[in-house]
C-alpha cells in the first residue's frame, strides 16, 4: 500500500530534507522514526529538496507498507519524532501516485522581519536595514520573473541540472508592518537550485539600490549572471504549498 503523508518541519538543525552521508536531515530523522514505530525499515520519497536550513510549513512524502497502517500511526509516529518535525496527516493513495512526480505546482515564502526579534530568529531573516529599502523598487523587480521562463542567472553553480527552465505564476512582496515584516510569495511548477533565495536578493538589491530592475531585466533576457549576485540566509525561506491534480 502507498500512502502520502503530510508534515512541516523546521530546518534548522537539518542539512536540508534530503539524506546525507554525515549530516543530520529530514528525510533520514524520519526514516528512523518509522523504521522505529513500523520494526522495518521504510523508505521515504519527497516532494523536493530543500536547502540546509531552510524549512517547510506544508511538505509532502510518500511510503509504501505491505500492511495498512494501525490506527495509531500518528500518534506513535509524532511520539517519536523531534519536537522540530511534526506529520500532521496520512492518506491512503493509489499505487501510482508519486509525492514528487505529481506535484505541478509549488509555493514558498520569504520573510524578513524588520527588528530585532528573539522570537522568529529561526524562522526569519531579521534584517533591521530592511526599513530602508524602496519596496517599490523590490516590486517591479519581483514582477519581472513571471514575464520569463529560462532562470539560469537564479540557479547556484554546479547544480547539474539539465534545464532552467521554470513556469512562474506568482512573485510578490507583502508588507505586513504590524508584524514588522515583509514577506516574499513565489509560485512555480519547480524550482532550481537556490533559485528563490537569489530571486530575493535581487530584489532587495534593487531595493537598496545597487541596481535597477532593468538590469535584472537585461539578466533574464541574456540569460547571463547579474555583476553580484546575492543569496539571502536560508532561515527566512520556508515551502508553504505543494499541489496535486488528484485529492489525498
Same mark, same amino acid.
Given at each position: ?32 522514526? *518509522?523504521?522505529?514505530? !513500523?520494526?522495518?525499515?521504510? &523508505? %521515504? ?9 531552510? $524549512? @517547510? #510549513? ?18 506513535? *509516529?509524532?511520539?517519536? !519524532?523531534?519536537?522540530?518535525? &511534526? %506529520? ?9 501516485? $508519486? @509525492? #514528487? ?40 523587480? @519581483? ?106
Amino acid at each position: 500500500m502507498r500512502y502520502f503523508l503530510t508534515l512541516a518541519y523546521r530546518g534548522t538543525r537539518y542539512a536540508g530534507w534530503q539524506s546525507q552521508p554525515d549530516a543530520p536531515s529530514v528525510q533520514e530523522t524520519l526514516e528512523q522514526a *518509522l523504521a522505529t514505530i !513500523l520494526r522495518h525499515p521504510v &523508505a %521515504v520519497t519527497g516532494c523536493g529538496r530543500t536547502d540546509t536550513g531552510v $524549512h @517547510a #510549513r506544508y511538505y509532502v512524502a510518500h511510503i509504501d507498507t505491505e500492511n495498512a497502517l494501525p490506527s495509531t500511526f500518528l500518534y506513535s *509516529l509524532n511520539s517519536v !519524532l523531534p519536537p522540530d518535525i &511534526a %506529520v500532521y496527516a496520512v492518506a491512503p493513495v493509489q499505487l501510482a501516485a $508519486h @509525492a #514528487r512526480f505529481d506535484a505541478f505546482e509549488r509555493s514558498y515564502e520569504y520573510r524578513i522581519t524588520l527588528r530585532k526579534d528573539p522570537f522568529v530568529a529561526e524562522t526569519d531573516w531579521i534584517y533591521p536595514r530592511g526599513r530602508q529599502l524602496d519596496l517599490e523598487k523590490m516590486q517591479a523587480t @519581483a514582477a519581472l520573473f513571471p514575464q520569463y521562463s529560462e532562470f539560469f542567472p537564479f540557479c547556484k553553480t554546479h547544480s547539474g541540472v539539465d534545464s532552467y527552465a521554470c513556469m512562474l505564476t506568482r512573485s510578490e512582496w507583502l508588507a505586513e508592518p504590524e508584524e514588522h515584516r515583509l514577506t516574499f510569495h513565489i509560485t512555480s511548477n519547480r524550482f532550481l537550485r537556490g533559485m528563490v533565495r537569489l530571486i530575493v536578493g535581487a530584489c532587495i538589491q534593487a531595493g537598496n539600490g545597487q541596481f535597477s530592475a532593468e538590469e535584472v531585466r537585461r539578466a533574464l533576457e541574456s540569460q547571463t549572471p547579474l555583476k553580484k549576485n546575492l543569496s539571502v540566509p536560508p532561515q527566512g525561506l520556508a515551502l508553504t504549498a505543494v499541489k496535486y491534480p488528484y485529492a489525498f
